[in-house]
């Protein structure tokens, strides 16, 4: 139930970016709002709090982000609140901000690497990702795993490229295994 409706507000929301054609600024309000609810835990404590009233919330939305955000973003907030579905709100920003990235033909990346890259390392990493996707831009998001021993491994949608030493000296062991068992 939550994600369908996660879906539906997230879809309307998507709908109404791209009629105004504003689907670049949603998306930038949509990720700083996601950011400021994640960071301010008694924001969001607040928000979500069963006996503080639905009007007392409005107008904390109002005085916080109004001249802050778009009126519509404002106005979707203040909807999501009205209809007492705050406690999916970043569930369906999530969602949000994926539906206009696939429509803008952007793809998000995690890179996981052995030790951390420099910015020319992560620059060949992106251009490598934008060549081998139908992507226009690429977002990576680096972390380091020193369990890696080397290589690095990628992740992008439901798709996973795995060239970490530690993968291939698992695989050796499994074939090694194999060869010994059958002996």
């Known amino acids: 139930m939550a994600k369908l409706v996660s879906q539906t507000y997230a879809q309307a929301l998507f709908e109404l970016a791209v009629e105004e054609n504003r689907t670049s600024l949603f998306l ?3 990720s700083g709002l996601l950011e400021v609810i994640r ?3 008694e924001f969001s404590r607040f928000m979500n709090h069963p006996k503080i009233p639905r009007e007392e919330k409005i ?3 109002k005085n916080v982000f109004d001249d802050r955000i778009s009126k ?4 979707f907030l203040i909807t999501v609140i009205e209809k007492d579905r705050y406690t999916e709100i970043e569930a369906i920003l ?7 990235k696939e429509y803008s033909s952007i793809g998000t990346a995690y890179v996981t690497t052995a030790i951390a890259l420099d910015e020319k390392e992560k620059r060949d990493i992106e251009t490598r990702l934008l060549a081998t996707t139908g ?3 690429v977002e990576c998001i680096y972390d ?3 369990s890696l021993i080397g290589g690095m491994v990628i992740k992008m949608g439901d798709k996973v490229v795995d060239s970490s030493i530690r993968t ?3 695989k050796l062991q499994r074939e090694l295994l194999k060869i010994q068992l059958q002996n």
């Not at 519509?72 to 106005?75: A, I």
């Not at 999530?94 to 206009?100: G, H, Q």
Request: no cysteine.
């Open 39 to 41: 960071i301010n835990t």
């Open 94 to 100: 999530e969602v949000f901000i994926a539906k206009v």
């Open 28 to 30: 930038e309000e949509a």
């Open 168 to 170: 291939k000296l698992e």
């Open 144 to 146: 380091v795993d020193s």
């Open 72 to 75: 519509e973003m404002e106005g």
């Open 135 to 137: 992507y226009k831009t």
């Open 59 to 61: 107008e904390v939305v």
